[in-house]
């Protein structure tokens, strides 16, 4: 067994002892591979260990990755921050996008998605941990941009994501997680029908898994440390 294959294989064990530790079932939570930095090479060894979904951060890295891999049924996930510039790049080549925090992004998403396509899947990233450091909408302007989205003719608005300050244990961890949830339950209540929390990396996932995380996102414990250098965006 390959490395990768013996990782997912550990990920996913890890993956259900959360998911039923907290009462839940493991068919209620995809893991998404996050393969930004990795070869495309990598990514083929995890598709053929039974890994079909892959999440990058960076454009022009992910575009060459998808034409190296044109040849598997590959379903791609956008998870980084979105320039204007970028958006009809992810709009044609993406099943999935995780970080939408401004309407202008999402309308320009939602205007060049291609007719040939159905909609394109979107999250909104909401800055849970309050940090000035990271990109999302504030949790007190969520449900004006919710609704806003939600409007739109080529998305499907699916629920929110969040990267939350790092927690020293668990209870910390599962803290902002909670509020997450919270928040997706409360827009909701106010009309909406969102079914996904994208939330929980590596580190953090058995945590985000007890608060009702429906997609995981999990890059080192799948690949391997990794080695930035000099990324395009």
Known sequence: MTTIASNLQAVRIAMTEAATAAGRRT????????????????????YQAGMPRFAESYVQEALDKIAALRDLPVEWHY????????????????AWVHSVDRLRIA???????????????????????????KSGVHPAEVHDLAVAVAKLPNLKL??????????????AQRTPFARLRELRDQLNKQGLHLDTLSMGMSHDFAAAIAEGATMVRIGTAIFGTRDYGEQNS
Request: hydrophobic fraction near 40%.
């Open 158 to 171: 699916r629920g929110l994501m969040a990267i939350p300050a790092p927690g020293d244990d668990v209870a």
């Open 79 to 94: 998870i980084g921050p979105i320039q204007s510039n970028k958006t009809r790049a992810i709009a044609e080549n993406f």
């Open 107 to 133: 309308e320009r998403l939602s205007e060049q998605r291609p007719a040939h396509l159905p909609p394109l899947q979107v999250c909104l990233q909401v800055n849970i941990s309050g940090e000035d450091s």
């Open 27 to 46: 068919n209620e939570i995809t893991l998404l591979a996050v393969s930004k930095t990795f070869p495309a090479e990598a990514l083929r060894e995890a």
